[in-house]
Structures are given as C-alpha cells and as structure tokens.
C-alpha cells in the first residue's frame, strides 16, 4: 500500500468527526445556496433520530483491531477461555491472524454457528451489507486498495450464489480475496437440503483454489492455505465452503506456520525471479530497438513495482503505456509516461504501439480490449513479455521473449543490465510522440461537444472530481462509459488509486468496492463513479454505508440510459436503440430515504459546488450528475477491428 | 524478422503470427497431481472451459503415497497443447506436467471385448486370439471375453479382426504412458 499524502494509519473506526451526534442530519452544516438542493433529513425529524441512534450503537459495538478499550478486550478473551473452542473460533483467529481488520458478510441459516462467536472477537470488525456480492466487491474494492487479502462471507445456497459475481470480478483481476461460505451440515450433502448448492463445485473454475471443509480439525491449515494462496504469486480469489458441523465441532487443531503451509503445498511454487539468460536476451533487444514502448499492467500493482518500473523506463527512456488496471503504475505527469491503451485508450497511445519496434509488457495479459484484432496488432514490434503466470505468456499473442517472474524482482534484475539511454539518443522518436500526443489529447478532448449546447458533459465532471480532490483519492469506476471517462480524465497520480472492474466488467461494482476500499484507506477520500445503469444495480448498500457510517462519495452519471449500450447501438447497430432506456428514480428522495446527503448537478456551472458539498459531508453523500443524455467516449475501437481502425468521431466533424 | 525492426513503412506490414495455427496431431501429457477430492474435476474443468477436446484420460495411484498420475492425450498444435500444459500447472494440486509426445515412450492400453462365439467359430477364434496376444478371461457357451493389451493401433487392429465374429460389448482403458530409460518423472518431482 502506497500511502503518500496525509499518510497517517490511523484506524478506520477512530476517525475524527465519526463519534456521536456526527450523523448525516448534523453534517457539513452546508451553506444556505446548498442547502436549497441537498436532500437530508432535517435535524430533529424522528427519522434522523433514528438514523443517528443506530449509528452510535453500530460505532460502539465493532471496532478496529486497534481500538478495542482494554477492558472489553479482557472480557471477551474471558468469555473464549471460558467455553470449547469450535471451528467457528478457528475462522475468527484465522482472520486475526491474518491481520483482516474488517470483513463483509451476511447471515445466514448454516453460517449462525460464526455469528454465534464473532461477539467474542473484537478485534474483528464485521460489516453487514445489504448483499452478498456487496460484501464480495468490498473485500475486493478493500483489496486493491490496501493490497492485503480481503474477505467476504455468507450463508449456503443463495448466500453463496450471491457471491459469485464478486467472486468472478476477483478472479478475472487476479485479486486476492478469501471468501467463506457455510454449508449444510456434512450428512446432508449431496441430499438437496435447504440452501444447499454445489457452491464448490460453481466456484471450482472461477477462483484460484477452493476447499470444501468438512472438519474442524482441517480448519487452520485450510484458511492459512487459502490466505496463501490467495496473496502469493499472481493474486486470486480462494473460495472456502465449510459446513456447519464443521463449525460448530470442537478442536484444538493449531493454526500453522508460513513454512508448514508452504510446504504443504507443493504444487504451489510460483517463479519469482526471471531467467537470467531470457533477461540478458530482453536488455539485447532494448538495446537494438528505436522504437521502445513499455507496457505497464496491473502486475507492476500487484508487485508494488512502481519505483522499479520507473528507474527502469529512466535508465533506457522508454515512454511508459498503461492498461485499464495498470493505471496509477506511474504518475501521470512524469515526462515518460505516455497514456492508457486500447479499446478506448488514448489515440496516442495506441498509435505508437502500432508504430513501436520493441514492446516490453510486464504484468499485463494482452486482453483483446488492449489489441484488438492480433493480425494487425503492433505490426512492427518483436515483444518482450514479463509475467508471473507463465499461462499468460503466448496465450493471447506470439512473443519473442518470454520471461516468468514477479514484475518487481524481474525489474530490479534487467535494470543494471541495459544500456543507459539519455533522452536526447531518443529525441526524434520523443518528439513525435509528443507530437501525437499533443494532437490527440486536442481531438480527443470532451468527445460529444455536449458542453456547448450547455449541457453537462461526464468527462468534464470527472476531470473535475480528479482536481477538486488533488488527485489524492480513491476513484472506482463502475463499467461502461463511466469506467472510461475516468481512466481517460481524471488523472492519475498513485497506485492502487484507480479500482475498476477489468476483466469481468461487473456493473454495480463501484459503491460496495468503493466502500471496501474506503474502510481499507481511511485516510483518503474515496469516490464511487456509477452510471445510472450500474448504479441501481446495487444500491441497496447505500444503507450499508449509512449504518457503517462509511465516507463514499457517490458522483452518479445519469443519462437516463445504458450508455454504452446506446453508444454500440448507434455506431454498431445502426441506431437500433432496443432498451438503452432508462428510466431511474428521483435520487434526491432515495438519497433522502436512506440519509444520505445528496444534491444535484446539471449544467458545467452547478458541477464544482456539488462536488464541494460531498466532499464537505461527515460520511457519505451522493451527488447526482445530470448529463447529457448521447455522449459517446472516443475514440473508439469496434470490436473485433485493430487498433488503427479508431472511430474518433461520429456524425460528422462537428461532433 | 528483420522487416519488423525496420521504421514503418508505408506498405502495409505482414499481419501478426497468432499463437499457435500449426499442424494438429495428437499429444500425450502425463501430469502428477496430488491425490485430493476433486483434482479430476479440476482437471478435467479447466480442459471443458479452456476449450481443449479430452481423447483419453487414465488416471491412477502411484508407487508414492498421495500421489496420483494422470495420463491425458488430447488433439492440438504444439502451442494450443503448451498452453493446456501450463494451465494445468495453475491448478494447486498439479505438482508436475510433462508433454512426452516426442519422446520414446511405452503406451498402452487395456481393453476388454465380448465376442460373440459359437460351436463352429469358437477355435478359430480362440486361434486369433492366440496370435494377438490376448487372454480369454471368460468362457461361455455363447461368448468369449478377451483381454487384450498394446498401443492404440494394436487393440484397434485387434478388434478389427474380431469384428466379424460380432463384438457384443468392448471396453478400453485409454492410453498410459511411461518415458523409456531410467528417467523418471516421479523422481525429478523429488529434486
């Protein structure tokens, strides 16, 4: 975890301004102007009471590993010697053990037996969502943002179902969550019980590793596996289903070490350390190329690689690419980093790896969103490929030089080994790449023009999200256009600030995953960027952060339509609109509902004192963009076209 | 490869090699995985949703405890089957996967064939059975079963003969595999 400004860990229960009376009702004391738009229960009404009263207890009953008062944690330590310790217990001290400070979950028929004990652990705070695949995009959201393992829990049967988008977002990220499942008691399997699913057998090819435990006695050695096994080499999702004898059987099984655990798993040995001699091929082809290219994915994130990445791209100046998930690799504005690729990356960006002589990827996959179509992708470049899974490598385009190892350690090695390049040796090949930069960021700039018929254009919004927060939070986007207005506009200046669903592109991610990541790094504002579409997907955890009393600012983009989808429609489908429509609620009253500070944003003037208004509320606040109702995001890469074939407007110049 | 490192042209470059897109034939991998509930579906899920065509897969214990063997052959070009390969690897109960289609391998199978057979035909049969190689491991007034082991070309041919006969059931074990020589698997897994 990079923690760079107002870097103070402190504990994400003792924030200031989180104690009693500091409920909606009573925040930000907005100023009249304001006042006129938000929507929030007026102080004294027997709702913000309500609301008030059940935060205090919330804040009272769980806390931080931190900030448990000494004499409660006597008493609970007390309470647990008193009685046998049951696999429930186990799962507890796992947890601790592990440092998970905050997990999602729900109750559930089978997973009681947990429930039952968790008043016993203080250590560990438990965040009730509203539905599991809330809990599973806020372990995930909590993940990507600290860089630990984040956990999510719930019942048998539908619980567990719940789970599987969340599970699957993790999964086609390389995201290292553990979830937990109860099942039905272990006579029962296989008989069709109540909320019984073969759960183990639906997150069999989606996760990393999964377990069905049956026993408490194997309880230890499986949670410290599958935290293992999660974290290490590529990150992934484990599943652990246990069924509910399992948790309620007493044991005195030991929680393992490291060592025990490693060597308990032997197929299990990522290669972390590149081959000398394929790294020694690698500095030979960097040296021969005019024409280098660096492209940087989410692997350098995982591998907390970004000073490596940067001393690397210095030493030979190599201008630096990004994918989606390898945003915030390197601070926008240094001077070698060029742009975000693909589908609808920068024009930029895509051009010069179609003009490139050497690419050198490292921790990225070469998703078909990132080349298009492979015949006519980077036609001049030999590729070097750097990646911890070997699976990866030659899987999705030929390369010329393959390496497997961890981006950090692969990075440290081939840095003393290439040759020191002076910007100047490359200034031809500099120059027009500024030169290209400059043209597109021009053509590429507020891409429907929207904002001249006065109407609110997204990426001026998001572009004003990143400033008025310095570039210092946390933004997760939801998908569709959203995702990509705000890789392309808001500005990137850190890792692990940037949290979008890639791989899986799962709408309704950005509120639970922004509240993972907001309990995860208190000490940055942390922003959900949500379409209309995605938005009503999940919103049932706006009570989640309400009762939590978790600080997500909502910017909710809606056009009253699926945006994307009406994009396709239009420039694929010949304007066949079938269901881009969308109709929505009134969100000032739903905000209104839930106690959520809210107000609303429609023409470019209103937009800097909405965002000021969510930024000023103690927690959460929602605000609500209305933009304009057909934007698409250009340039654009029709599917299944390459990466030269870039549709950069539409319906004539004017556009 | 030495257009690709030329600057750009203004003829059009060749299009990009796809991984892969060589001759399809068929591949033998043997794979040691540990021997857990479930590593047979993980396998054989990965090969469903990777989009790889199982031919045969035999699996069995080996000398060592917990230790399982599994022998897949599979259709595909060198690529495609490579990446099958390292795949399997990502599964955690996979210790080791060897592609030993090239070289001098041992691989056999078993199969098992119910022969229909009368008074007048059954010496004769019994005759054929006896040049192949085989076993009669059952004996009726109507039928005989016979146990016949060898490579896939020898057990087809081998059924092609008795075909005539009538064949009322068969069944084969699909192919297992042992590298020749003193090498062993099992023990560069030890190193």
């Known amino acids: 975890m990079t923690m760079t400004k107002g870097g103070s860990a402190k504990p994400p229960r003792s924030g200031a301004g989180t104690g009693a009376g500091a409920g909606p009702s009573s925040a930000a004391a907005p100023p009249k102007a304001r006042e006129r738009r938000s929507h929030v229960p007026a102080a004294g009404t027997e709702h913000a009471a309500a609301i008030e009263r059940a935060q205090r207890e919330m804040l009272h ?19 647990r010697e008193a009685r046998a310790r049951i696999g429930a217990d186990v799962v507890c001290e796992a947890l601790i053990r592990q440092g998970v400070g905050v997990f999602f979950s729900y109750p559930g028929g089978v997973i009681l037996p947990l429930y039952d004990v968790l008043g016993d652990y203080p250590e560990l705070r438990h965040v009730l969502v509203r539905h599991e695949q809330g809990g599973a995009h806020a372990a995930d959201g909590y993940a990507r943002a600290t860089g630990k393992v984040g956990v999510c829990m719930g019942t048998s049967g539908p619980g567990a179902t719940n789970l599987v988008t969340g599970i699957g977002t993790a999964q086609l990220d390389s995201i290292p969550i553990v979830a937990i499942t109860g099942n039905v008691p272990s006579a029962l399997i296989g008989k069709d019980a109540f909320q019984e699913i073969d759960i183990n057998g639906i997150t069999l090819p989606m996760t990393k590793h999964n377990y069905l435990v049956r026993n408490a006695d194997d309880l230890p050695r499986v949670l410290a596996e599958a935290f293992h096994i999660a974290r290490t080499g590529r990150p992934g999702p ?20 490291e060592q025990e655990v490693i060597a308990g798993l032997p197929g299990f040995r ?88 050497l690419l050198f990827a490292i921790g990225m996959r070469f998703d ?61 090949y500099l120059d027009q790449l500024a030169e290209w930069k400059k043209d597109s960021l021009a053509s590429s700039w507020h891409g429907s023009g929207a904002w001249r018929d006065g109407l609110l254009s997204a990426d001026y919004v998001v572009q004003r999200i990143g400033e008025l927060t310095d570039h210092e939070a946390i933004y997760v986007a939801d998908v569709g256009q959203n995702q990509m207005w705000l890789a392309r506009y808001a500005g990137f200046r850190h890792p692990n600030t940037h949290l979008s669903s ?54 909710l983009f809606d056009n009253k339509k699926l945006g994307m989808i009406r994009q396709w429609q239009e420039i694929i489908y010949a304007g066949n609109y079938h269901s881009a429509h969308l109709l929505g609620p009134d969100y000032l009253k739903l905000a209104e509902a839930y106690g959520i500070p809210a107000t609303k944003a429609s023409t470019p003037a209103e937009v800097d004192e909405a965002i000021r208004f969510a930024q000023g509320a103690d927690g959460p606040a929602l605000v609500w963009f209305e933009i304009a109702g057909e934007q698409n995001v250009f340039p654009m890469m029709p599917a299944g076209k390459g990466l030269s074939d870039l549709i950069e407007h539409w319906g004539g110049p004017e556009e | 490869m030495s257009d690709r490192t030329a600057q750009p042209a203004h003829t059009a470059p060749p299009p990009r090699a796809l991984p892969g897109g060589g001759a399809t034939k068929l591949h033998r991998l043997v794979a040691l995985v540990l021997d857990k509930p479930g590593v047979l579906n993980r396998v054989s899920s990965l090969m469903r949703a990777r989009n790889f065509n199982i031919d045969s897969l035999a699996v069995s214990h080996t000398d060592q405890e917990g230790l399982s063997r599994m022998t897949i052959t599979l259709h595909g070009d060198d690529v495609a089957v490579e990446q099958a390969a390292k795949q399997l690897y990502r599964l955690i109960d996979v210790l080791k996967v060897q592609d030993v289609t090239a070289e001098p391998t041992i691989q056999h199978e078993l199969a098992l064939v119910k022969v229909r057979a009368t008074d007048a035909n059954r010496a004769e049969l019994l005759k054929i059975v006896e040049l192949s190689k085989g076993r009669v491991v059952d004996l009726t007034a109507e039928s005989v079963v016979v146990e016949v082991t060898g490579t896939e070309t020898e057990v087809d041919a081998f059924v092609a003969l008795v075909r005539t006969y009538g064949i009322k059931e068969l069944v084969r074990t699909g192919a297992v595999v042992m590298a020749r020589g003193s090498g062993s698997i099992e023990e560069a897994l030890k190193r």
């Open chain 1, 238 to 257: 484990v599943h652990v289903d246990i069924t509910k004898d399992a948790l309620q059987q007493e044991t005195a099984a030991p929680h393992p070490t």
């Open chain 1, 368 to 428: 078909d969103r990132v080349t298009g179509n492979v015949r006519t992708y980077a036609p001049y470049a030999r590729i070097v490929h750097v990646d911890i899974d070997p699976a990866e490598i030659g899987k999705n385009v030929a390369v010329e030089v393959p390496i497997v190892g961890d981006a950090k350690r692969v990075l440290k090695a081939i840095t003393p080994m290439v040759e020191a390049t002076p910007l100047e040796a490359r200034q031809d």
């Open chain 1, 502 to 555: 890639g791989g899986l592109g799962t709408m309704g991610y950005s509120m639970p995953a922004a509240m993972g990541a907001a309990l995860g790094v208190p000490e940055r504002e942390v922003w959900a960027i949500a379409g209309d579409g995605g938005f009503q997907m999940t919103l049932q955890e706006l009570m989640t952060l309400v009762q939590d009393h978790i600080p997500v600012k909502i910017a």
């Open chain 1, 61 to 79: 009953e769980g806390a931080s590993a931190q900030s448990v008062p000494a004499d409660a944690a006597a008493k609970a330590r007390a309470t």
């Open chain 1, 270 to 357: 990522p290669n972390m350390d590149g081959h000398y001699r394929q790294l020694k091929t690698a500095a030979a082809e960097i040296a021969a190329a005019r024409r280098p290219m660096i492209l940087a994915g989410h692997g350098v994130l995982h591998a907390h690689a970004e000073a490596e990445l940067l001393a690397f791209a210095e030493k030979a100046s190599i201008p630096i690419a990004w994918t989606l998930l390898g945003i915030g690799a390197v601070d926008e504005r240094h001077p070698l980093a060029y742009g975000y690729m693909g589908m609808h990356g920068w024009k930029h960006v895509n051009r010069a790896i179609q003009s490139a002589d």
